[in-house]
């Protein structure tokens, strides 16, 4: 701590000045990281993780992202729907991919499995609106992890008018 006096030349006396200053140290070294992973020397560059990459597999080789396209997958692969996986569109001035594309539709298909979550709810009701101002035919089904989702996706193409409706046998 260091004192400072004010000198008055008036009265030719000194009184302390109540402002204190303190000394800080600079640091030399940077602190230790607490993740406890290896840092990369310098000028080296680490590999960027891919937090959202494609990491399941179906039978036929495509990569998808979650259990749910997986399932669908093999729904569109069982009746013979040609079907493109998260191609890439633009709407408004922003990338959307949605999580397929039946081109002989003309048809987007978005598998919705996080309803119970506000902000995903949220990002589904703005995707909803900007593929209707966009003009593209869009069909969103909510998966809550109930039930069948092969029986539900079999519902809703039959409902759309694109999968015949099943036969009904009375014996």
Do not use: W
């Amino acid at each position: 701590m260091i004192e400072l006096y004010n000198i008055d030349c008036e009265e030719k006396s000194l009184s302390p000045i109540t402002t204190t200053l303190y000394y800080f140290p600079m640091r030399t070294r940077k602190r230790p990281r607490l993740t406890g992973r290896p840092r990369p020397p310098r000028g080296v560059k680490s590999p960027r993780r891919n937090r959202f990459a494609a990491k399941l597999q179906t039978t036929t080789g495509i990569k998808v992202r979650s259990r749910y396209e997986q399932q669908c997958v093999k729904f569109l692969l069982a009746h013979d729907l040609e079907f493109q996986y998260e191609p890439l569109i633009l709407l408004a001035g922003r990338q959307y991919r949605p999580d397929f594309f039946l081109p002989q539709f003309n048809l987007f298909l978005e598998i919705c499995g996080y309803g119970h979550m506000p902000f995903y709810r949220d990002r589904v009701t703005h995707k909803k609106k900007q593929y209707a101002a966009g003009g593209l035919n869009c069909m969103f089904i909510s998966y809550n992890g109930k039930g069948s989702l092969e029986k539900l996706l079999r519902d809703e193409f039959t409902k759309a008018g694109l999968l015949p409706a099943p036969i009904s046998r009375h014996d």
